[in-house]
């Protein structure tokens, strides 16, 4: 298996776009976590999926922010209208049994 | 509410010599812990985990971490540090108790080897 796949690798967009952030699971994982890490705030985690239905989200920031998880194979954080602030690496895990295995997460630079 | 602590914001050590990073938890039952580490601009990676059983848990890279239950501590450590550990090691809790994989994780100790 490739591991977690998260895309795009970078992402610069104004303020007020809409941003997507793509994420692929590995196969046979049951959960999904997407997490937000920042120099100020460190590794928080916005929302988790088992099964593909929510489980918490608790940790979204704002209305601005939502994700979905269609199929067991791929899920999307979207952030519309994107500010500054979202600027941020942020990582998809998925996991099985346990232990989570991370993306290579998405930089996301809000200008 | 379960919780983890890494009081140390960064860890210097001198390749060669022996490291340990440290990590406390808070959990209602027992826990199920687990230390990952972050190379720069990678997602962060597995390194070990304890369920139960021994109290000495090896892992990945020569790691391996101590589980404590007076001390409620889960201190990672390897006897002789490279270069090549300098990263961003994260102590995470699972409580099994929720039976969810969701994971708290501490703010990360930085790990600095100097040559």
């Known amino acids: 298996d490739a591991g977690v796949i998260q895309s795009p690798r970078h992402e610069v967009t104004e303020m007020g776009q809409e941003v997507t952030l793509r994420c692929k699971p590995i196969s046979g994982h049951d959960y999904l976590f997407w997490y937000r890490q920042t120099m100020m705030r460190g590794l928080e985690l916005l929302i988790y999926f088992n099964n593909n239905v929510p489980i918490d989200d608790s940790g979204m920031p704002e209305d601005r922010f939502s994700a979905k998880m269609p199929n067991a194979s791929f899920s999307t954080l979207k952030i519309q209208p994107s500010e500054p602030r979202d600027s941020a690496v942020y990582f998809c895990?998925?996991?099985?049994?346990?232990?989570?295995?991370f993306g290579q997460g998405t930089r996301l630079t809000v200008v | 509410a379960q919780s983890v602590a890494q009081p140390e914001d960064q860890v210097n050590v001198a390749e060669g010599n022996p490291l340990t990073v440290k990590c406390t938890y808070s959990v209602s039952g027992n826990p199920y812990l687990f230390w990952y580490v972050q190379y720069p601009n990678r997602g962060l990676q597995f390194l070990l985990k304890?369920?139960?059983?021994?109290?000495l848990v090896k892992g990945s890279y020569g790691f391996e971490a101590e589980f404590n239950k007076s001390q409620t501590s889960f201190h990672l450590k390897k006897p002789s540090a490279l270069v090549s550990d300098s990263a961003l090691y994260f102590c995470a809790v699972r409580d099994p108790d929720y039976n969810t994989d969701k994971l708290i994780f501490g703010t990360g100790t930085r790990l600095q080897v100097f040559p």
């Open positions: 304890y369920i139960t059983g021994d109290n």
């Open positions: 895990a998925s996991s099985s049994l346990g232990i989570a295995f």
